[in-house]
């Protein structure tokens, strides 16, 4: 029987590795916290040479986990050191900015203007007396801007050191800026005006419901739209004309400050597509400096009349010799055409020429009678009332608002009833071919193509991207 021979034990337990490993450890720890001229300097090499140990220990874990604990323990206050030691003079050089920041804090108050708010209220907000309102309007006619207030609209104020008001600043606008300034001899108003950047923007829409709804899905705003029914108005009905599937390109001025868009300009070229057949215009400013829209071959957009004299109306009554009066319940001719449009909405002068009525007249109600030249008369009823400025004798420019959709006269609800004479015979407005206005002169005809082919050419080069792009 034989005896096998007994295994000496370990020199060092394992156990006894890992505390020498914890106390190198601590050791190293202490002289890091309270380091030497000579271990300062030798620091970068200490965090190296703890690290490579632990990469070679990956068979035991245990002595792993030590390591790493080790390298956490050391490489932490050492890494708040290195940190301290190159921040410090930034700290040192920041710190009296930071106390100027916190002096002017108490000082400085913003409010935002909320509905039922007044300029009392909101100094009474930031701890003002209404005194102090009252002594800003009286020292600067100005001042009074500041009355004129907007939902959401910021004002920043900043008081003195015994809290009376020294300044105070709003933003009105994307552009406008106006503030007031205490001096010895009291407020002083300032309006501060930025000049926005002006460029060139492009837009395209396809008309799947309304106009007004497709040119908002394209992009367009409310006034830009606008600005192109009016643009294309002598060639397009947009109360009965407008079908699914008609499209418009337009290029137009947009206004923008730090990159964001504020506001927008006149168009410079447009394209519509009406019903099959297209109509295009490009702004031109002839050398007297008059501004007017030409088809892209020269010829005047601008007819003697408008086709629509109100906006998106919808017809509700044509012309007709043998219709039956809503009212009278009597077969009556309808000499002209009735527009339904909401109350309030503006209604437009045909044309250029004399009012020869701005009034009452019978079952029209109030009505507005214009005399065009020697040959046309137009006639505006049952308007709600007239806009400022017209009045009998006077003269209006085409496209001028003349008056309001109502019901006043005969007229079981809000429309226009709108009426066209040629020498003195009524007829029907939607069928009367309107004259032309005249074309560019020959002497501009040259300068005129410079300025609106590259127009044309990019609305195509434009679409083509943009329809390229959506069929990716």
Partial sequence: MTTEPTKAPPLYPKTHLLAASGIAALLSLALLVFP???????????????????????QDQDAADVVQATNEAVQSPFAQIEDATETAPQTAEAAPAAVVEQKKEPNHREVIVSKGDTLSTLFAKVGLPSTAVHEMLASDKQAKQFTQLKHGQKLEFELSSDGQLSSLHSKVSDLETISLNKSAKGYAFKRTTTKPTVRSAYVHGVINSSLSQSAARAGMSHSLTMDMASVFGYDVDFAQDIRQGDEFDVIYEQKVVNGKPVGNGPILSARFTNRGKTYTAVRYTNKQGNS????????SMRKAFIRTPVDFARISSRFSMGRKHPILNKIRAHKGVDYAAPRGTPIKAAGDGKVLLAGRRGGYGNTVIIQHGNTYRTLYGHMQGFAKGVKTGGTVKQGQVIGYIGTTGLSTGPHLHYEFQVNGVHVDPLGQKLPMADPIAKTERARFQQQSQPLMARMDQEKATLLASSKR
């Fill in 36 to 58: 030497s001229s000579d271990v300062e300097a030798k620091k970068t090499t200490l965090s190296l040479e703890l690290e490579s140990p632990a990469e070679q220990l990956t």
């Fill in 292 to 299: 007017s829209y030409y088809t892209a071959e020269g010829n």
